[in-house]
């Protein structure tokens, strides 16, 4: 049976809180949230916006002793139009049916969610911020509900999005982050789920980062499974350097997330006519490089991070300062870039802009 939408609106409406200021990352929570309900038999169905509340969940659901949970992240904009709009997010439902795939959980019908995110965002407009730099967080989410306690596929999922109005993600905001490159845990192997988006991945990450983090750092730069010899990616970011003139970025390589925002900012620097280069960059080149002066940038992005600069990076014990500890000049340029498309201050010569209102 073809799925239909229907909405229960809240009978206690919340309001964004006045000052946005204070909003911080996935702290408030809007109104409405949308789910449906997934079965082998019967497919998804059920799909409904009701307004945002906690969950029931029996106790030996499959997603709280197994981890059967992926998860994605994008956001919605007030750009300087006043229209309310999205960046690229069929992208991130597809990531969503991938990571689906891996740990086999259902996959999404695309359009479908695609039109129910923005009902749900058109129906909680006013919880989008207006401030430059906040966005409308928008969090779907899948996890297993088969209510025993056996490991196997699951037969019962849920699927839900939840909406949260939120400021920058770190601290620091634009300014730079200090990374600690971690050479102890590992965060994903070839073969494992490292290029899904599965909440499994960083629970297994929260311990390298809690060290980070006790010793004064943001979030740690992972290195590979097997060598522990290659750059991978951040907490919760891809990684970009500058070195020697050249932009490069760790090749995707099957335990690495592939980022919506690396992808972006490739694809825009490559319609610039720039080369940037995805390649295996070792440690070693990477401390050489801020060893000898030609390591000029470094940068994460992600949805949420947006594009953060690295002004610090430790590792074995030393730490190198790139950039005098600065936001550099390609940074700049390509926060103005993706935020300037985001915002809508620039036009979307590329078509990544889903208008929501
Ligand atoms: N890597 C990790 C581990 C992440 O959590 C994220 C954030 O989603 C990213 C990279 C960046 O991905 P995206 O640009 O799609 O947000
Ligand atoms: C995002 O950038 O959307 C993320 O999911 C990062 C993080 C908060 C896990």
Redesign the pocket.
Known sequence: MALELTIQKTQNPGHLPADESGLG??HVFSDHMFTMDWSKDRGWHDARIIPFGNLQIHPASTVLHYGSEI????KAYRNVKGEIVLFRPEENFKRMNRSAVRLGLPELPVDFVLDALKELVKLDADWVPHSEGSSL?VRPFTFGDDEHLGVHGVSHARFYIILSPSGN?YKEGINPVNIMIEDDDVRAVRGGTGEA?CGGN?GASIRAGNRAEEKGYTQVLWLDGVERKYVEEVG??NIMFKINGKICTPALNGSILPGITRKSILEWLRSQGEEPEERRISVDELIEAAENGTLEEAWGC????VVSPVGHLAYQGKVYEINKGQIGPTVHRLYDALTGIQWGKQEDKLGWIVKVL
Do not use: L, N
């Open positions: 990352f996935g998860f994605e992240g994008m967080y993600y988006k960083y919760s970011m992600g949805t949420a991070a």
